[in-house]
């Protein structure tokens, strides 16, 4: 199992120990937000600006953040293996990418981007974002957070199926198994004939979809989880 294809599916857990919360744990976003008003496209249609400060500050927490050891396993094993193994996030922050991993697909979207709400262009951004400021493409003042809102369709799906599809091994790490289609991933998976391991601190929505689950903090479990695969 450890030479086959192995597709790897984050959620927020992933970046939890680096200071960014989650969305359902105890103190989660969700349990702050109303997430109908600040990751639907009604709430940015209705404020605009509540919205952007939403995703200012988490911008900014995610500048602020490092990479955690999980991040950093993740990316040894992408990178020693880049045509063997894929990760997939849910998450929205950088920090695969800052722990040096290439290639990671964002199904959620990414902080560090803004999209033009008129004409669709994306592009880079770091800095905070503010209703009204212009689109580089078409000039609009439409410039909204690179991000997949609640209703609206993920990022990459033909990809991903395609993957799931030809996977010997599928891993989740650090996801609840409560928002669709990341969710069904592991049914999808193995109805492929993948083996399924999940990584979590505890038991989730979908833990019996999986053959195998470990327990335990990502910081530890990932990195030994990596040495196995990498025989080390
Ligand atoms: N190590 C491992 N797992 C952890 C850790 C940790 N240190 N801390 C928390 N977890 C686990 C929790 O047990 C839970 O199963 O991470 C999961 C976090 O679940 P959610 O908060 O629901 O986050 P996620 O599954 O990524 O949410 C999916 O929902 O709101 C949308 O778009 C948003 O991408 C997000 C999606």
Redesign the pocket.
């Known amino acids: 199992m450890s030479d086959g294809r192995i597709v790897i599916l984050t959620?927020?857990?992933?970046s939890?120990?680096s200071g960014l919360g989650?969305?359902?744990?105890k103190d989660?976003l969700?349990t702050k937000y109303d997430?109908g008003e600040v990751?639907t496209p009604e709430g940015f249609a209705a404020d605009p600006a509540k919205v952007h400060g939403f995703y200012n500050a988490r911008r900014r927490n995610a500048r602020e953040a490092a990479p955690n050891p999980a991040h950093e396993a993740l990316a040894r094993l992408v990178n020693a293996r880049p045509q063997m193994v894929t990760l997939i996030t849910?998450?929205?922050d950088d920090l695969l990418e800052r722990a040096g991993a290439r290639g990671v697909i964002h199904m959620?979207g990414e902080l560090m981007r803004a999209k033009c709400a008129a004409c669709g262009a994306n592009w880079e951004q770091r800095e905070d974002m503010t209703p009204g400021d212009p689109c580089g493409s078409c000039g609009a003042p439409a410039i909204r957070p690179d991000i997949?809102w609640f209703g609206e369709y993920p990022y990459h799906m033909e990809a991903i199926w395609d993957l799931l599809r030809a996977a010997d091994l599928f891993v989740a790490?650090?996801?609840?198994?409560?928002?669709y289609p990341?969710a069904a991933f592991v049914q999808d998976a193995a109805r492929a004939g993948a083996d399924t391991l999940e990584?979590?601190?505890?038991d989730?929505e979908v833990s019996h979809d999986f053959a195998q689950t470990r327990r335990?903090?990502?910081?530890q479990?990932v990195p030994a989880w990596v040495a196995e695969i990498l025989g080390e």
């Open positions: 959620g927020a857990g992933l939890a120990e989650t969305f359902r744990d989660g969700w997430l990751a849910q998450n929205v959620h997949v790490i650090g996801t609840s198994g409560q928002v990341a990584l979590n601190l505890e989730t335990g903090a990502a910081s479990l």
